[in-house]
């Protein structure tokens, strides 16, 4: 054997050997390209594409913590009994004492929420194809019923309740939840009657003289044409939680029941039918609704004119109107046994109701608003506030508002409510 011959076998046998290690080798895969998240400007800002489609999507919502004091829809929690008291005062346990002598306190009204916004848009061969959704989550501070037990002179047991009413602490519900194509709608949110007018002010307390009812199932179309123009209409459900009198109850003794509520659900084929339509421009705008209640066969009408006057300064001015037959007058609703003086398109007291207001941009952080309503049955409210943007996204807005309510038949004067609110709010 010669060198040459060693040389070349020592290199057979590292090939032989490196090629089994090689086999024996991980292979470590190439990594895959990351797909990051693309932005969707189509639609404005916030939008971005679902990955793998071609569906735009925007989350959002907002925290809300709100305190109220004073009286009305908007104020505190009034007459509590205090607890304190009443144990030291009926101690005794006396099966015939009737009376309830024990102070009563009000309080703080509070509520945190947390709304939860979702809105998905893709473009089709018919339009936009669009669904929109929020779910309100909410914690108010709650109301307990406190309930005493006494025994007449015949022995017979006898429930008294001196607490105050119930009220639910957790609550979850659905503002709004629909499908859009084109301009057709359907769905559940609130009514043509609110929104085509744009609903009113910008103060929280802009319904103590209501201006239309709210939640509905829907099915509706909307024209957008060029130079501003739009017109609607819609078939509506209505709810049982619409306006339907304030006053004396003359079904029940002459008893005061403020705000009572009628059930406005249809209550056969027949829809209520709201139309309307807008017209807005660089100095403001007009807009126009009218509506018919399928249940109490009634008709109501609102038309809106805002104007910019400056840079700094809008105002606004709202008229309603609507009918109020004699039979709907003395009336009342089998569900509530109260008198039907308001509908799903007039839920304010009387035939007419005036609504007007605007708003001023001090800074670009803070603006003041104002709205002052009043309607035929000589109900006034008066609501102002001043909202400051804290931070980006975190708005603080102190509020004071004034409410004289009168019955809606007789017009007599109830009584006066004042109350302030404080709203704490962070969007995003």
Known sequence: MNIKSLLLGSAAALVAVSGARA?????????????????????????????GTETCLKVGGYVRFEMGVGKGPYGGRLDLLDREDFIKNHEDGDKHDKEISTKTRDSYRLRARYALQMDARSETELGTLRAYTQINFDWNNPRHELVREWTDDQDVTHTQNIGGALASTNDMGINHAFIELGGFRVG???????????????????????????????????????????????????????????GFNPFNDNALEVGDGINETLDSYAPHVIAGAAWTQAWGGISGVVG????????????????????????????GGGSLRDRNKFGFD???????????????????????????????????????????????????NVAYELVPGFVITPEVNYLQIHDDITKEKIRNEWAGILRFQRSF
């Open 23 to 51: 086999a024996d080798a991980v292979v470590v895969a190439e990594p895959e390209p990351v797909e990051y998240v693309r932005i969707c400007d189509v639609y404005g800002a916030g939008f971005y594409y679902i990955p």
């Open 188 to 246: 559940k949110t609130d009514s043509l009657y609110a929104t085509m007018t744009g609903y009113a002010g910008g103060v929280i307390a802009d319904d103590l003289i209501p201006y239309a009812n709210y939640d509905t199932h829907q099915v509706a179309y909307t024209y957008t044409g060029a130079n501003g123009f739009s017109a609607a209409i819609s078939l509506e459900e209505g709810n049982d939680g619409a306006y339907g009198f304030t």
């Open 292 to 319: 018919y209640d399928a249940v109490y066969q009634e008709w109501g009408g609102k038309v809106r004119v805002d104007w910019n006057a400056t840079d700094a300064l809008s105002l606004w001015a709202m008229v």
């Open 334 to 384: 089998p569900s509530t046994n109260v008198p039907v003086t308001r509908n799903w398109v007039k839920p304010w007291g009387g035939k007419w109701a005036v609504w007007g207001g605007g708003t001023y941009k001090f800074n670009p952080k803070a603006s003041g608003n104002l709205q002052v309503s009043w309607s035929q049955n000589k109900d006034v409210a008066v609501a102002a």
